[in-house]
């Protein structure tokens, strides 16, 4: 294999030259640089990495702490992380933290002591010991798609999501625009900031329309399909069920599906539906669902992004990047088919 000397002497330059256009670590004339890469391309030169880093501190990896990665949500996430990653010459270390608050700090362990340059992590509903462990250690890290609350002096780490307060009202009005006064919402596991500002959409949609809150109206179904299976039973048993429901994410839409087809009620001619999460299947099923899109692959590029200006300036004030939703209108919410269906819609 090629060495850096081997490079160095095929360039005409110092093995100090070839480290500095390698790791960037002091300004180099062009004409010089391109010699350096040429003799690279001509001679095949793989840099070592682990080299590198010990002259870098910088291991041009990053850690990726997601649940769940089998829900289609966060696969879109985790391959706009992937392609961000990529694109600024960085790789992607990644860890399942099972939505559980001890094995969520084992893994943001794990993947510390392999030194990842930063972190991106979708936090549990319980996320003391995390928070504890990024503050104590002082991890570059970027929390995705549920976030902390701010303490009083602003955010203490820079946080990516989705808006998910306007999309839900969004929903809520298009049904009650329909004629719909009993809107159910199967709510996602309290404890997620997802869950309570989808909630608070879902409250101020009724609000919007004239209509009452009540609470027997929300049930938990826990983020899940089997949670939602049970919590759209618990709708559907009440004196006076709902004649429209809005789920408040896909795995959640699933066991809402399953609890109608076992129970009778035909969507959407006994119960409209719309649900928080569009997915690759939701034009397929009859009728089509009516949905509200994240921008899940944005989601993850932003984050990266997000977490290599923190790197680049590790004091700057912490941010928290909101971006866009998409009304997607399709046939399950009870409109008619018209000849071209697919009506998009930002809201934010």
Known sequence: MATMADVARSAGVSVATVSHVLNDTRPVLPHTRQAVLDAIDRLGYTPNTLARSLVTSRTQSIGLAVSAISNPYFTEILQGVEAAALEHGYSLLIADPHDDPEHERKVVQLLHERRVDGMIVAPSASPGELVAYLHRHQVPAVLLDRLLDAPADGPCFDQVCAENAEPTARLVR?????????IGLVAGLPGYSTTRERISGYRHGLAASGLPYYEHLVAHGDSSSAGAEHATATLLSLPAPPTALVTANNAMTIGALHALRERGPSVPGDIALCCFDDFAWADLFSPRLT??????????????R????RLAEPDRPARTVRLPCTFVHRTSCGCPEPSAQLEKGTVS
Do not use: K, M, N, T
């Open 291 to 304: 949905a509200v899109a994240q921008p899940s692959r944005e989601i993850g590029a932003r984050a990266v």
């Open 174 to 182: 298009h049904l009650a625009e329909l004629g719909h006064r009993r």
């Open 306 to 309: 997000v977490l290599l200006d």
